[in-house]
């Protein structure tokens, strides 16, 4: 173990000052770990998780420190895998995808770019790119799609580093056994309770383009055939203003070939000439929404002077206009953020949705509560992993922010009791107040328990979060 990759955090001296808290992007947690380590491959993090067990010291990985919750905090060993990147293993399959062999600390922005290399993209995505690999699949992280699911559902296998150093590759049709499929079960959505994964193996599908389109409609035009909109495009989702009746639509569908034929023959032809283009042909949710100097300028005014809020969201909804445009995937999925948030996130039965948003804007007309953000919606199609947030059924994902400056409790508690009542499950990595207790209803926790105690018989990847939300194992 080499002292330029672990060290113990040093007494406080005026010689040594202490290293600075790790905090999350949305500043809604800090802690300080005793310990700090960047393993450079796969060897040395099995050799310091292994010493950190045998110290009894308990172990977490971090990603990119985008989960708002406490989810990666740790007292103890805190690791950062930011070295072990990279693809190692492109092995094409029968049915045209193919199986990615990609380092656990690989940033999506970074794979996504070496995937197009290949000719191959991820076939859904969240709406940034800065996340790890194993960290976006540890919480569950999903983008949108009525057909799709999650990044946890394109986890084909897993290597993992055990509470004993060994490292095991687990996947899904594992010919070793009940057991190995069990612990690949948790492993690729489990809040790194079984371990520190060091390589992920992903489906991965051909390259492919898609026709974006982002439109203001009036929500009663959303609402009134919500099925049609979720399920007649490939990924759809809508961001509505709290205190107006304006939503902004995006749908995104497969470019056709003459799609992208006729971007090319009009761009020169050249891919990257294209792909240029497209990139400065920024989406009206990065431009007039999200992420701009506009939208930050908007929530600044919004905290001097918290009764505008209505009135500037009324302006923000007017702002929108059309646009569409034919572009790679990974830069239609994609919306840089640049304005800080935090966020909750529920996953809804999808036929609860209409319902919970009539909620929501009941209380937010009701309470005259300020809050500058738009709430987002996106879809997702059921799934089968133990500890997915869609679950077996049909889900909608309702997410509300609110500007990192202003206060956000009351609108997340207000929000928090709709999405409950309406059977919602939180999102993994977005703030929420839920228990293993009542989270046991929704997923299968006493399997899981089973699966993190044989895996990690002294609770070193435990924290606080995977206590509280998980129950303890042990
Ligand atoms: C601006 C912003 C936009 C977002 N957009 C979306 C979105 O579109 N969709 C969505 O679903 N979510 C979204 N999220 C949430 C985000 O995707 C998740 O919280 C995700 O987990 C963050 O990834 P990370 O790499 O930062 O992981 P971290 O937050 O650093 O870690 C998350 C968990 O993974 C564990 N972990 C990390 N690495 C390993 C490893 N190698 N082995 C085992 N466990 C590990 C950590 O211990 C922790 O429990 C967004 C968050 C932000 C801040």
Known sequence: MSQSTVA???????????????????RTASWRPARRAAPHDEAELAAVVGGAADDGVRVRA?????????????????????????????????????????RAGTRLHVLNRLLWSLGLAMRNLGDIDRQSVAGAISTGTHGTGARLGGLATQVRGVRVVGADGSVRTVGEADPAGAAERELFEV??????????????????????????????????????????????????????????????????????????AALRARRSGVLGTVRGAAARARTLVDEEVLSNGAFGMVNRLAVAAPSLVPRLNAVSARALGARSYVAPSHEVFVHPRRVRFAEMEYALPRAALRDALGELDGWLTASGEPVPFPVEVRFA?????????????????????QYAAMARHRWFDAAEQIFTAAGGRPHWGK????????????????????????????????????????????
Not at 87 to 99: K, L, M, N, R, Y
Not at 240 to 249: I, M, Q
């Open 431 to 474: 703030l929420h107040t839920r228990t293993a207790d009542d989270l046991a209803a929704h997923y299968p926790l006493a399997d899981v328990a089973r699966v993190r105690a044989a895996a990690d018989p002294d609770g070193i990847f435990r924290n606080d979060y995977t206590d509280a939300v998980l129950g303890v194992a042990h």
């Open 187 to 260: 492993a690729r959505l489990g809040l790194g309770t079984v371990g520190v994964l060091s390589a992920v193996t992903l489906e991965v599908v051909p390259a492919f383009w898609l026709h974006a389109r982002e439109e203001p409609w009036p929500l009663e035009a959303v609402l009134e055939d919500l099925d049609g909109f979720a399920d007649d495009h490939d990924h759809a989702e809508f961001y509505w203003f709290p205190g107006t009746r304006r939503a902004l639509t995006l749908r995104n569908d497969r470019a056709s070939a003459d799609d992208v």
């Open 381 to 401: 199609a059921a799934d089968d992993v133990w500890l997915s947030t869609a679950r077996g059924r049909e889900t909608a994902y309702v997410a509300v922010h």
């Open 8 to 26: 113990s955090t040093p007494p406080s001296s005026a010689a040594a000052p202490a290293a600075p808290p790790v905090r999350t992007w949305g």
């Open 62 to 102: 971090i990603g990119a420190g985008h989960s708002f919750t406490p989810a990666a905090q740790t007292d103890g060993l805190h690791l950062d895998l930011d070295a072990l990147a990279g693809i190692e293993a492109v092995v094409p399959q029968p049915d045209g995808t193919s199986h990615v062999t990609v």
